[in-house]
């Protein structure tokens, strides 16, 4: 392949992400809202899509797009209903249409059946049911390249300070030649305010609306409702916050989980809602917004709510004081591992199976998910994750001649050890201000020799509702950290979720705080 | 040595834009683009191109509108427009020319064709 073509091709791959995102999102708007705007501007995605297909030559995604957009075209003369069959074929054609640019991208010729008899479905008055895509096998994703687009602005205002970072190391290396002491910490101290105004700039290249990931869940919630006959819309929330283009990825998953939870195990049917004293139709918001540092997205539905007798029951059932359990410590149990059969868990939680996955996925990206509600009312799932996964506020710990880095955010504060506790080996648990706290010492954990410090101190570590102590040699104190995934070569080890460059070059690692936590409290 | 020719190209593709990009580059012509009518106005009044490639479907205002306007303009009254129309609909074609355009060509484009057309109308 050409240069040229393959620009062309990246180019193309990009544009009909894009151009199919944008007809799948207009095609539900028009549903809701039947405007001809609208529709125009879905015809027009069709039109440009049918444009390159036939500049690229690709044969039978041209010839489909051409049948869907004559029925586009056909909607916008009046010459046929926009009915809710016809929006969920073009849905559906839309899907296809992905499967034929993969396909097309392989180099793949040839229309699918299934994509051949939506044609037909298309073209017929009398309209039949939804053909499922991936019938014939949609052929794998084409090679895969991660892009992002990016404000020219932005780039322009890194190479700028690229620029003047070259100068000033120019300009540190004449003063280190030949100026003096106080010179070279001025020119330094310069570079050092240019490197963080770059770093930041560089963050800011990575950070994206959350509006499209919201955006997917739209189609989901519109074929779950239908196939439960139930009747609920999706609020959009704060769509223009930005976060981290990695995180979006990680929260795809998590989020629609939740989505489909909500409409399985929150919404009621339109009678029940009715009997409750409730509008007939449901309601669920996505809504975003940040805090500092961090990126909160609450999916929020006006269900049933969780139910806390059924909880109670739970935690009876797992040994525990049900009677003097809090309404939040109830709600935790929902995230516990199911119960032996999903019928009972979705019974139980009312939140159905799987709230532990959500919150693995949730807590992969270094972030916490915690859910309430009030029964009968609602439930309101709250996922908190920090805003970028390339870099963390750390505090760094040294134990031997190894350091460690920890989350800042999961650091409470720092204690000496008690001397009594000096010397011992395994771990423990220590009086914190009357309470508990069970220890680890990460010597032990990570098999680090040489001798024992006069003096150990103990980092307190929290996250979400656990605590725990962590027994160290030295306190190094914070530092903005870059993160490096580990290779893929060499898996985590356990209680490691990355690696960062450390002032002096060597490579330092990342500790994971929640599998730590776990780790103290099943020692305990 | 004369000035370089300014080529602007209207598309709200930006895959349809690099096309034509990569097919100009190194011909010693200046590329300008705009993505849709408005800003294809707004460049076309500012740096008086020598030759227009439009696109008739776009966001806004359309291929169309836009020649209208550009012809109403004592700047771009005599810039050659060449509309881009996609193969198999005619009555864009006369449309084209009703709305003041000097020729047009058919996406997919040959190559050789567009190279012609814009040879011989940037000699005129």
């Known amino acids: 392949m050409t240069i040229d073509r393959e620009?062309?091709?990246?180019?193309?791959?990009?544009?009909?992400?894009?151009?199919?995102?944008?007809?799948?999102?207009?095609?539900?708007?028009?549903?809701?809202?039947?405007r001809e705007e609208v529709l125009r501007s879905i015809f027009?995605?069709?039109?440009?899509?049918?444009?390159?297909?036939?500049?690229?030559?690709?044969?039978?995604?041209?010839?489909?797009?051409?049948?869907?957009?004559?029925?586009?075209?056909?909607?916008?003369?009046?010459?046929?209903?926009?009915?809710?069959?016809?929006?969920?074929?073009?849905?559906?054609?839309?899907?296809?249409?992905?499967?034929?640019?993969?396909?097309?991208?392989?180099?793949?010729?040839g229309i699918p059946a299934g994509a051949r008899r939506l044609l037909e479905q298309l073209g017929t008055p009398g309209l039949g049911g939804l053909v499922p895509v991936g019938a014939e096998g949609v052929p794998e994703e084409a090679r895969?390249?991660?892009?992002?687009?990016?404000?020219?602005?932005?780039?322009?205002?890194?190479?700028?300070?690229?620029?003047e970072l070259t100068i000033a190391r120019g300009r540190l290396t004449q003063v280190l030649a030949k100026g003096s002491a106080q010179q070279a910490r001025s020119v330094h101290q310069e570079a050092e305010r240019l490197h963080l105004e770059l770093?930041?700039?560089?963050?800011?290249?990575?950070?994206?609306?959350?509006?499209?990931?919201?955006?997917?869940?739209?189609r989901a919630m519109r074929e779950l409702t239908a196939a439960q006959r139930k009747r609920a819309r999706l609020v959009l929330e704060g769509e223009d916050v930005e976060v981290d283009t990695a995180l979006v990825e990680g929260l795809r998953e998590p989020l629609l989980?939740?989505?489909?939870?909500?409409?399985?195990?929150?919404?009621?049917?339109?009678?029940?809602?009715?009997?409750?004293?409730?509008?007939?139709?449901?309601?669920?918001?996505?809504?975003?917004?940040?805090?500092?540092?961090?990126?909160?997205?609450?999916?929020?539905?006006?269900?049933?709510?969780?139910?806390?007798?059924?909880?109670?029951?739970?935690?009876?059932?797992?040994?525990?004081?049900?009677?003097?359990?809090?309404?939040?410590?109830?709600?935790?149990?929902?995230f516990l591992p199911g119960l032996s059969t999903a019928e009972k868990v979705t019974e139980v939680s009312g939140r159905g199976l799987g709230m532990d996955v959500v919150r693995r996925g949730v807590e992969a990206l270094r972030g916490m998910v915690t859910l309430s509600g009030e029964e009968g009312k609602g439930t309101t799932v709250t996922l908190r994750v920090p805003?970028?996964?390339?870099?963390?506020?750390?505090?760094?710990?040294?134990?031997?001649?190894?350091?460690?880095?920890l989350p800042l955010e999961s650091v409470q504060e720092c204690l000496e050890l008690p001397t009594d506790r000096h010397g011992q080996s395994g771990g423990g648990v220590l009086n914190l201000r009357g309470e508990p706290l069970p220890y680890l010492r990460l010597r032990e954990l990570f098999g680090v020799g040489g001798p024992r410090p006069a003096r150990e101190s103990v980092v307190v570590l929290g996250?979400?509702?656990?605590?725990?102590?962590?027994?160290?040699?030295?306190?190094?104190?914070?530092?903005?950290?870059?993160?490096?995934?580990?290779?893929?070569?060499?898996?985590?080890?356990?209680?490691?979720?990355?690696?960062?460059?450390?002032?002096?070059?060597?490579?330092?690692?990342?500790?994971?705080?929640?599998?730590?936590?776990?780790?103290?409290?099943?020692?305990? | 040595m004369a000035h370089k020719k300014k080529i602007l190209l209207v598309d709200d593709s930006r895959t349809v834009l690099l096309m034509h990009q990569l097919l100009l580059a190194d011909r010693g012509y200046e590329l300008l683009t705009a993505r849709d009518g408005e800003e294809a106005?707004?460049?076309?009044?500012?740096?008086?191109?020598?030759?227009?490639?439009?696109?008739?479907l776009m966001p806004g205002m359309d291929g169309f509108e836009t020649c209208q306007a550009l012809r109403a303009h004592e700047t771009t009254r005599d810039v050659p427009i060449i509309m881009v129309t996609t193969s198999g609909e005619p009555q864009n074609i006369q449309r084209g020319f009703d709305s003041g355009c000097t020729d047009y060509i058919t996406k997919p484009f040959n190559d050789n064709e567009l190279l012609d057309k814009l040879e011989r109308y940037l000699q005129q």
């Open chain 1, 199 to 218: 770093q930041e700039e560089v963050r800011r290249v990575r950070m994206v609306p959350v509006g499209p990931l919201f955006r997917q869940n739209l």
């Open chain 1, 44 to 109: 027009r995605g069709a039109h440009t899509l049918k444009g390159l297909a036939l500049s690229l030559q690709f044969a039978s995604l041209s010839d489909f797009i051409h049948g869907v957009e004559d029925v586009l075209a056909s909607l916008l003369e009046r010459r046929r209903l926009a009915t809710g069959e016809l929006v969920t074929l073009l849905l559906s054609a839309v899907d296809h249409l992905r499967g034929l640019v993969a396909a097309a991208l392989a180099g793949e010729e």
């Open chain 1, 7 to 34: 620009l062309i091709i990246d180019s193309f791959r990009d544009e009909t992400e894009e151009l199919l995102g944008d007809m799948e999102a207009g095609l539900l708007a028009f549903e809701a809202h039947p």
């Open chain 1, 387 to 405: 805003l970028t996964l390339a870099s963390i506020q750390g505090f760094a710990v040294g134990v031997g001649d190894e350091t460690y880095v």
């Open chain 1, 144 to 163: 895969r390249v991660r892009t992002l687009r990016v404000d020219v602005e932005k780039l322009d205002r890194i190479a700028t300070l690229t620029g």
């Open chain 2, 41 to 56: 106005l707004e460049k076309a009044l500012a740096t008086r191109p020598d030759l227009i490639f439009l696109d008739v």
């Open chain 1, 257 to 334: 989980h939740l989505v489909r939870n909500a409409v399985d195990h929150g919404l009621e049917t339109p009678e029940a809602r009715r009997e409750a004293g409730k509008e007939s139709s449901g309601m669920l918001v996505l809504h975003a917004f940040h805090e500092p540092g961090m990126l909160v997205v609450q999916v929020s539905d006006d269900g049933r709510g969780p139910r806390y007798g059924r909880l109670r029951e739970r935690a009876r059932a797992l040994g525990r004081d049900a009677e003097r359990m809090t309404k939040e410590e109830l709600e935790e149990l929902v």
């Open chain 1, 463 to 524: 996250h979400g509702e656990n605590q725990a102590g962590l027994v160290v040699d030295e306190l190094y104190g914070k530092g903005h950290r870059v993160l490096k995934p580990l290779d893929r070569l060499f898996p985590h080890p356990p209680g490691v979720s990355g690696s960062t460059l450390l002032d002096d070059g060597r490579v330092g690692l990342v500790l994971d705080v929640p599998s730590l936590l776990k780790e103290a409290l099943r020692l305990r």
